[in-house]
C-alpha cells in the first residue's frame, strides 16, 4: 500500500514549483520530502541528497577555534592559501597517494564546486580552440550547470559500457576533433560509486598528454573503496589515480565527506607541478598577466570568484590533514558506516525484486559505500523516482547525472538504524504493488 497519493505527491510537485517529478533535481526532490513529511508528519527514507551523515571532526573543529582565539579573523588570508595548509596538503598527497605535489601547487578552494569552476575556466581559455569539457558520466550535474554559466560547451558518454580497454577506443573517438580542452571524472563515482581501475586511468592518462588534455579528477570520496584496507599514511595500496600516468592534472579533494566537514566549505585542488608552471599566451593575452597556468587560475580566476578561502577553515584543513599523514586520524575508518549502511540497504531493495543498476567494475563486484545504483524492472528512472515517492523514498534519476542507463541514485548518508525496518515494510509494499512477472 503507497503511504503518500498520487494526489498528494502531484499537489506537493506543484506546491514547490517542480514542474516534472520524473526529470527533477536533488533539490526539487529535497522540496516535495520536506513538504509531504511536513503536512503528514509520516518520515521519508532521505536517499536525495548527499549531506554527510557523520559527525563532524572534532580536531578540525578545535583547530579552527584555536585560530580564530589567535585572532586570524581580522585579517584577509593569501589568496594562495596559508603555508600551514599548502604544506600539509603536499605532505597528505604524498602519503595516501604516493604522489609528489609542491606545496605551492595546492590551491585551497571554497569546496570543490569552486574548484571545479575555476578549472573549468582556465582550462578551457588556455588554449584556443580547445574549448569543451568530457563528461565520463555519470557524474556531479552541478559541474554541467558551471559551464552553462562560463558559456563553454561539453561532450559525454556513459562509462557504463565502456569499462577496460574498451575506454581506449572511445576516448581516442571523443578526442581526435582536438576540441577538447578537459577531461572529468569522480573516482569513486558519485552516483555510481563504480572506482576506475590502474588500466582505465593509465589509458586516460596516455590520450591527455597525447592530446593535450588537462584530466580533472574528482576525488570527493577520497580512498572510500572500502574494498581495499587504504587509509593508512605512506603504506600501499594507495588509491588509483590518473597523476601516475600523466602530467596534465588537477586533483579535487574536499574535507566533506571524508572529515564530515561540509559546513565549512573547505577543499584543495592540486595541480600537476608541470601544469602549473606551464604559461599560455591566450591565458596570459586574456587575463593580463603572465599567463602561467597556476598563478592565473589563483589570482585572476579563483580570487575573483570566492576572494579566497576562510582563514580558521584552512588551519581546520590543515590539521585534519596533518593527523591523518601522521597516522593520528583514520579518515577511512571514520567513514566505513556508509559502506554498512549500504550493504543494509542493498540487501532490502534486492530482496524485494530491485536490481543494482551499476553493478561491476572491470575485476571486481562494485563496492558499498555512500551511493548505490538501483533499477526496478523495465520503469525508466523517472518512473522509479516518482514511484517511490508514494512509499516515503526519495532519490533522484540516474538521467539527471548523465547515464544512459534507467534507475535511481541512493545514498546512504541520512540513512539511520530506526528506519531499516521502516524501509523493509514499504519495499515490501512496493514489491507486492509492483510485481515484476
Not at 273 to 279: A, C
Not at 326 to 341: L, P, Q, S, W
Amino acid at each position: 500500500m503507497k503511504i503518500f497519493s498520487e494526489e498528494l505527491v502531484n499537489k506537493a510537485a506543484a506546491e514547490c514549483k517542480v514542474a516534472d517529478l520524473s526529470r527533477a533535481t536533488i533539490g526539487e526532490v529535497l522540496l516535495v520530502a520536506q513538504y509531504l513529511e511536513k503536512e503528514t508528519g509520516i518520515p521519508f527514507i532521505r536517499m536525495d541528497q548527499g549531506s554527510p551523515g557523520l559527525p563532524v571532526n572534532q580536531y578540525g573543529v578545535e583547530a579552527e577555534k584555536a585560530a580564530l582565539d589567535r585572532g586570524v579573523g581580522s585579517q584577509y588570508p593569501a589568496a594562495a592559501g596559508v603555508p600551514e595548509l599548502k604544506d600539509a596538503a603536499s605532505r597528505f598527497v604524498k602519503a595516501f597517494l604516493d604522489i609528489d605535489i609542491s606545496p605551492r601547487s595546492c590551491v585551497p578552494t571554497v569546496g570543490s564546486v569552486a574548484g571545479s569552476y575555476g578549472s573549468f575556466i582556465a582550462c578551457t581559455q588556455r588554449i584556443p580552440g580547445k574549448n569543451k569539457v568530457l563528461f565520463i558520466d555519470p557524474g556531479f550535474p552541478i559541474q554541467k550547470s558551471q559551464l552553462r554559466i562560463i558559456g563553454a560547451d561539453w561532450v559525454e558518454f556513459d562509462i557504463h559500457d565502456y569499462r577496460g580497454e574498451a575506454l581506449r577506443a572511445k576516448l581516442e573517438d571523443m578526442l581526435k576533433e582536438g576540441d577538447i580542452a578537459a577531461i572529468i571524472y569522480s573516482n569513486p563515482n558519485n552516483p555510481a560509486w563504480i572506482c576506475l581501475e590502474e588500466a582505465e586511468l593509465a589509458i586516460i592518462g596516455e590520450l591527455a598528454t597525447k592530446h593535450d588534455v588537462v584530466v580533472m579528477e574528482d576525488l570527493a570520496y577520497f580512498c572510500m573503496d572500502y574494498r581495499q584496507d587504504m587509509g593508512h599514511p605512506f603504506q600501499p595500496p594507495y588509491p588509483p589515480t590518473v597523476a601516475r600516468y600523466t602530467d596534465n592534472y588537477i586533483l579535487m579533494l574536499s574535507s566533506s565527506k571524508i572529515f564530515s566537514y561540509a559546513g565549512q566549505r573547505m577543499a584543495l585542488t592540486c595541480i600537476s607541478d608541470k601544469l602549473f608552471d606551464r604559461q599560455f599566451p591566450a591565458l596570459a593575452e586574456r587575463y593580463k598577466d603572465a599567463g602561467v597556468f597556476g598563478q592565473t587560475l589563483i589570482a585572476s580566476i579563483l580570487y575573483m570568484i570566492t576572494s579566497g578561502c576562510t582563514a580558521s577553515t584552512q588551519y581546520a584543513y590543515a590539521e585534519m590533514l596533518r593527523l591523518s599523514t601522521e597516522g593520528k586520524i583514520n579518515f577511512v575508518e571514520d567513514t566505513r558506516e556508509y559502506a554498512v549502511r549500504a550493504e543494509k540497504m542493498k540487501k532490502i531493495f534486492t530482496d524485494n525484486g530491485f536490481h543494482i543498476v551499476y553493478d561491476r567494475d572491470v575485476t571486481q563486484d562494485v563496492g558499498d559505500g555512500f551511493f548505490f545504483t538501483i533499477g526496478y524492472g523495465n520503469m525508466s528512472g523517472g518512473e522509479l523516482l516518482t514511484e517511490l515517492l508514494y512509499y516515503g523514498v526519495s532519490s533522484i534519476s540516474l538521467s539527471t547525472t548523465g547515464s544512459e542507463q534507467q534507475g535511481v541514485r541512493a545514498c546512504t548518508s541520512r540513512m539511520r538504524e530506526e528506519l531499516y525496518d521502516v524501509m523493509q515494510q514499504r519495499m515490501q509494499a512496493f514489491a507486492a504493488d509492483h510485481p515484476l512477472n
